[in-house]
């Protein structure tokens, strides 16, 4: 089963990446543009017989080692098409 | 007194500290290798600094699932003595046995240069020999040190004497909370620190204010 894992720096928490993309974009002569913010997307294919067991097993992997909850908060998609 | 340093794959200050550590025990430090699951015996157990894993995924999140961090986590549990140097700080916040996160420095820059540190609590074993709020100079080399917890954790931090050294308020480096340049954990036993006190321990080298560090360690565990 396929899955894509979504994971943003909590709101709160200070994001100079998405700040410096921010400035670039502006420097770039993009106007109106009021916040970035950057994150990362993970894909996954793991061996699952449903999508609950699916989705428990992703969720342990981002509690475990996938996002680091104190800054991080992580969104879990999975591709049921496939 | 023995010291154990643990060697990640991408480990780079490893033998720099084995260094300091022999010079002050006069025993060379048992060199353990992340994928082993047997610490030697130790009194001060060492996470060095340096990129372990590439810093894949976030500084520090791969190497505190290594094999050999069970033990560590186990044996500092127990009250063994744990320094974390840079990176060695970024594992031990991934690995729960220091609250926090080290994150980006806040102007995305790589930083390497001395920087002013205050001696912020002197009773934990790696500080005895410094003076409570002295002064001294070690260096940091870190992209990601900027130190953020939540406001209930940073006050729980000053408020237990746990913030155990703190950049001096016009040099703090990476934009850490607080100023934080190194924390303890509750029993003071567990230091996570991000300047290199290993990279000034020599005249040689500029200096020997992070020298203390080594030896004080000697007089408080032997």
Redesign the interface.
């Known amino acids: 089963m396929k899955a894509t894992v979504k994971i943003t720096l909590k709101y709160g928490?200070?994001d100079?990446?998405g700040k410096?993309i921010e400035k670039s974009l502006g420097q770039l002569g993009f106007s109106g543009v009021n916040e970035v913010r950057q994150g990362k997307l993970i894909e996954l294919d793991i061996d699952a017989d449903t999508p609950e067991a699916a989705e428990k097993q992703i969720t342990e992997m981002c509690e475990?080692?996938?996002a680091?909850t104190?800054?991080e908060n992580y969104d879990i998609q999975l591709n049921l098409a496939e | 007194m023995q010291a154990s340093v643990i060697v990640f794959p991408g480990s780079n200050c490893d033998r720099d500290v084995a260094v300091c550590l022999e010079a002050a025990t006069g025993k060379k430090p048992n060199m353990v290798w992340h994928g082993n699951s047997d610490l030697p015996d130790s009194d001060v157990i060492v996470l060095p600094g340096g990129f372990s894993y590439g810093d894949y995924l976030r500084c520090g999140s791969m190497a505190a699932n290594s094999p050999i961090m069970k033990e560590v986590v186990l044996k500092a549990q127990k009250g063994t003595a744990v320094l974390g140097i840079c990176n060695g700080f970024q594992v031990l916040t991934e690995c729960g046995l220091l609250p926090g996160v080290l994150m980006q420095n806040a102007d995305l820059n790589f930083v390497c240069r001395n920087t002013r540190l205050i001696v912020d609590n002197n009773t934990t074993p790696f500080t005895g020999l410094y003076q409570q709020g002295e002064e001294v100079v070690i260096p940091v080399a870190h992209n990601e040190g900027n130190y953020f917890a939540d406001d209930e954790t940073l006050d729980e931090l000053s408020g237990e004497g746990r913030i155990v050294l703190s950049y001096a308020p016009e040099d703090n480096p990476n934009g850490a909370c607080k100023n934080i340049a190194g924390i303890c954990d509750a029993s003071g036993r567990v230091l996570g620190m991000m300047p290199h006190p290993e990279r000034r321990a020599e005249t040689a080298l500029g200096g020997e204010d992070g020298k203390r560090m080594f030896t004080g360690l000697v007089e408080a565990l032997s």
Do not use: E, G, H
């Open positions: 928490v200070l100079p990446q410096a475990k080692l996938l680091n104190v800054i």
